[in-house]
């Protein structure tokens, strides 16, 4: 079978690759991780950086690749922990922040840990900024933070509802009450690209398939683009997302002001 992901980051995915039939149509931690690190390092240069992640796979994965950016470009981290996913009450890591006049959380996780941190840090009194990775990347995330979010950076590709090539499909997805955030549309995109690899070999056959898979360029929602040899699309890079007001929006490699 031809599996094509459209979320899955850890870079072992390709680069321990089970097989030719393994593909992913979004990035990588180690991508990821570069562009938190860098933006770290270079926005809160003279702050204090806190680095925290849920000891499973992708959080693991995300915050040691951003430490390791964040360190190549010359900034150590002030702290370096873990935490437990599912629980309720994260007042003790929180107050372990405070104590050492943390300024900035990267937090590798998902985001109900996250929103939780948040939220219970501003209870603190805390001005702390929370950055994470593309699984804050979801509306459920401002759902349990409320105006606690407001301010939290966040790493993702570049957003596939504002592709003109995906105008079409956005309005259709609108008009059936589903806003397409996230990896929606990277799913959408995973489908089009076997659909047309499909069509081009005349087959469903995996090696049919396979073979069009590594040959073509295929055109879909989140734009145009092939598979390098280890499965991975030459698609944009990650950029830094800001989230205001319940929504997000792509920002330059710049730390925005303060929220008021």
């Not at 979004?26 to 806190?50: H, M, T």
């Not at 990277?186 to 073979?211: E, F, P, R």
């Amino acid at each position: 079978m031809v599996q094509i992901s459209p979320g899955s980051t850890n870079p072992a995915l390709t680069d321990d690759r089970a097989g030719p039939n393994i593909y992913r149509v979004c990035g990588r931690d180690d991508q990821q991780g570069s562009v938190a690190g860098k933006y770290l390092a270079k926005n809160f240069a003279d702050k204090n950086i806190a680095i925290v992640n849920d000891q499973n796979a992708y959080g693991k994965g995300l915050a040691e690749e951003t430490k390791k950016a964040l360190n190549a470009a010359g900034k150590q981290e002030l702290m370096y922990g873990t935490y437990a996913t599912g629980q309720r009450d994260y007042s003790a890591l929180v107050s372990k922040l405070r104590q050492a006049h943390v300024d900035v959380l990267f937090l590798g996780g998902y985001h109900t840990e996250a929103a939780l941190i948040v939220r219970q840090m501003r209870d603190q009194g805390m001005s702390t900024v929370l950055m994470g990775g593309d699984t804050l990347v979801t509306q459920d995330y401002w759902s349990i933070a409320g105006p606690a979010g407001e301010g939290t950076l966040m790493t993702f590709l570049p957003d596939p509802r504002k592709n003109s090539a995906a105008t079409e499909v956005v309005k259709r997805f609108k008009d059936r009450g589903i806003e397409p955030e996230g990896f929606v549309l990277y799913t959408y995109a995973a489908l089009q690209a076997w659909s047309q690899a499909a069509q081009t070999a005349g087959t469903t056959d995996m090696g049919g398939v396979v073979k069009a898979l590594n040959k073509n360029e295929f055109d879909t929602v989140v734009g145009k683009f092939r598979f390098n040899e280890k499965g991975d699309p030459n698609l944009p890079p990650y950029a830094v997302y800001r989230w205001s007001n319940g929504t997000y929006e792509e920002i330059g490699d710049e730390a925005p002001a303060p929220a008021g």
